[in-house]
């Protein structure tokens, strides 16, 4: 059977932030709280900077899984954001579906707590629908890794595909000539390697 490569498209995708809330944190054990945090802020920059449509999700907030993370609210005022009752699977909110449809977008770059669940549920729902879901492994956290990499099988086995927010952000830009001040600035902030490389390209060239 023949392979074809579905790239990710800043036209035809869309973010799905799904229950990055304060009480949930507590269990990503899968990363180290502050890089979980830094990649969950690298993806929402790259969305930013792409104009892509945003999505956000919680989950029972009145219960001990808290309120969304506030940096998520603050970077997308606007977007749609939908507090869920009561259901585990976001895509069993009707209303966080019908927001996603209305994007128009067939591609969902997914992220969240706990990858086996909140993330590994609307994937395998979104694929069931037809549409094309790239999840970002970095900006979801479980329990251990042997969680993970179960729900990792279970996703990939349906036909998602597996990315980090640095993976996501270069196959949207595609072209360096694009902006390499702007996407390069994504990267520096949120890699500190990356910065010493900006830092390097920005300094003037020495005197002959």
Aim: charged share 20%.
């Amino acid at each position: 059977m023949s392979f074809k490569y579905n790239r990710l498209d800043k036209d035809k995708a869309a973010v799905l932030f799904v229950d990055h809330q304060a009480g949930l944190l507590s269990l990503v054990r899968d990363h180290t709280p502050d890089e979980f945090k830094n990649n969950v802020l690298a993806l929402a920059d790259i969305a930013k900077y792409f104009k892509l449509p945003v999505i956000l999700t919680t989950s029972f907030e009145q219960g001990p899984n808290g309120p969304i993370v506030p940096e998520l609210k603050t970077l997308f005022p606007d977007a749609p954001f939908f507090a869920r009752p009561g259901q585990i699977n976001a895509w069993d909110n009707e209303d966080f579906v019908k927001a996603v449809k209305a994007t128009g977008r067939k591609q969902l770059i997914i992220a969240g707590i706990v990858t086996d669940v909140c993330v590994a549920f609307p994937t395998l729902s979104a694929l069931e629908e037809g549409f094309e879901v790239f999840v970002a492994t970095d900006c979801s956290g479980t329990f251990n890794p042997a969680v993970r990499d179960a729900a990792w099988s279970r996703m990939q086995s349906a036909g998602a595909q597996l990315l980090n927010w640095f993976s996501v952000g270069c196959e949207l830009q595609r072209d360096w000539r694009n902006d390499v001040q702007g996407f390069g600035a994504i990267l520096a902030n949120h890699l500190p390697s990356y910065s010493n490389l900006i830092q390097s390209y920005n300094s003037p060239a020495p005197r002959q």
